[in-house]
């Protein structure tokens, strides 16, 4: 069937039955590989690693998704609008740099803070199209949880919140692993 003979909530079933694992996987291993740039590198490579990484996420759940059985870019799947509508989110997570680098320029150790926060008010419409919590989960906790370090550890800034971002991407990914689908 394609997309013209299902209805928009059939769309949105068929969407939501499907693991969502490459995504949150990718979003674990590039924080982490930022976390660690953050310790051992000085302030300068901490940001390029941000940036590379960040913009890179996207890439990285293509290619995992051929491992996760999602396959992104497979070409015989059926088209689905929340496909589109999804990758609206990774667009509006690209646009959000437009905030987050006239901000950096200012003070070059709030780029984990915007860029952590605003990247992640993608989990939000995820939550609604596939009718759980855990983008809610996600985006909110995260937000609390960078919001919180970025006070508490001024000069760990581009430590400590990547490496909590990496805390609530295993958390997104062990409620995802376990969600039941519809």
Not at 131 to 147: D, N, S, Y
Not at 160 to 176: E, G, M, R, S
């Amino acid at each position: 069937m394609n997309q013209i003979e299902l209805s928009l909530e059939e769309q949105r079933i068929a969407f939501s039955q499907r693991k969502f694992l490459a995504t949150p996987l990718a979003g674990l291993i590039i924080w982490l590989g930022i976390g660690i740039g953050g310790m051992m590198l000085p302030p300068t490579w901490a940001v390029w690693i941000l940036f590379i990484g960040t913009g890179s996420i996207v890439y990285l759940a293509m290619f995992l998704s051929r491992f996760t059985g999602e396959n992104f870019i497979d070409k015989k799947k059926t088209k689905n609008a929340f496909d589109n509508l999804f990758f609206f989110t990774v667009g509006q997570a690209f646009l959000i740099y437009s905030i987050a680098i006239p901000f950096f320029l200012q003070d070059y150790t709030s780029l984990p803070l915007t860029v952590g926060i605003l990247t992640g008010s993608m989990w939000i419409p995820f939550s609604w199209i596939i009718k759980h919590w855990v983008g809610l989960f996600h985006a909110i906790l995260r937000t609390i949880l960078i919001v919180v370090l970025w006070y508490v550890f001024p000069e760990l800034r581009f430590v400590t919140i990547p490496f909590a971002i990496v805390v609530v991407y295993i958390l997104t990914l062990i409620i995802l692993h376990k969600r039941k689908l519809p």
